[in-house]
């Protein structure tokens, strides 16, 4: 059984578009994160959800929405897409206040063209 | 969160040990050592954590200094797997925010 799951895997999109990036945990985690990681390889933290309530929110643009319908899902919207949101989102998760409990999802590899 | 730094890239043979080294110079008293490593297009994997105390697991080896200002992460017998971007975080256990994973040190184990 995968832990963190991120759909799709995979995303080519045209400029413009508007796409999401679906995450799930079955860890019984409460809190769920984003990370970007980008062409330089720097995994940088963009959201943070403690029992569905927004804890973090980096500065990221507003055209990127997360929504967490419950502990277990936390999903990204993208509205707008640019060339420069390209790259690699990996979600996570992990209990509240433990550092050493964070499981990653696979990546989902982002491609705007 | 303590700043750490790292060197940016270290290469090690199969077999041999592997030592990672970490700088949080600025670490304070409550905050851990947290070590992840990234393989290539995987999201990152928890291998080990400390305070004060050395720690091993059937990972690796985290001896930290007695005055906390650095660490290093050992793998004792690396091998071709270890190959990964290694990443020493500090921070608060409870902090409430999520950690930041700088830029790691790039381990490439050599046959």
């Known amino acids: 059984d995968t832990a963190v799951s991120q759909t799709p895997k995979y995303l080519v999109t045209q400029m413009g578009n508007d796409k999401s990036i679906k995450c799930e945990q079955n860890?019984?985690?409460?809190?769920m994160y984003w990370y970007k990681q980008d062409s330089k390889k720097f995994l940088k933290i963009m959201f943070s959800y403690n029992n569905k309530e927004l804890i973090i929110n980096e500065t990221v643009p507003n055209r990127f929405s997360p929504k967490s319908p419950d502990k277990a899902h936390l999903n990204l919207h993208i509205n707008s897409l640019e060339l420069g949101d390209s790259a690699v989102y990996f979600c996570a998760s992990s209990l509240a206040g433990q550092g050493e409990g964070y499981t990653f999802g696979s990546g989902t590899r982002l491609t705007v063209v | 969160d303590a700043k750490t730094t790292q060197p940016p890239s270290m290469d090690c043979a199969e077999g041999r040990a592997a030592n990672l080294p970490c700088n949080h110079s600025?670490?304070?008293?409550?905050?851990?050592v947290y070590w992840y490593r990234q393989i290539h297009s995987q999201g990152p994997q928890y291998i080990i954590h400390g305070l004060k105390n050395n720690e091993t697991n059937e990972m690796a080896s985290l001896i930290i200094t007695e005055d906390r200002k650095s660490s290093t992460l050992i793998l004792p017998h690396a091998t071709l797997r270890d190959t990964a971007v290694y990443y020493c975080i500090a921070d608060y256990s409870n902090s409430g925010y999520a950690l930041n994973f700088g830029k790691g040190t790039s381990l490439l184990v050599t046959p």
């Open positions: 860890l019984g985690h409460d809190t």
């Open positions: 600025t670490i304070s008293g409550n905050e851990y």
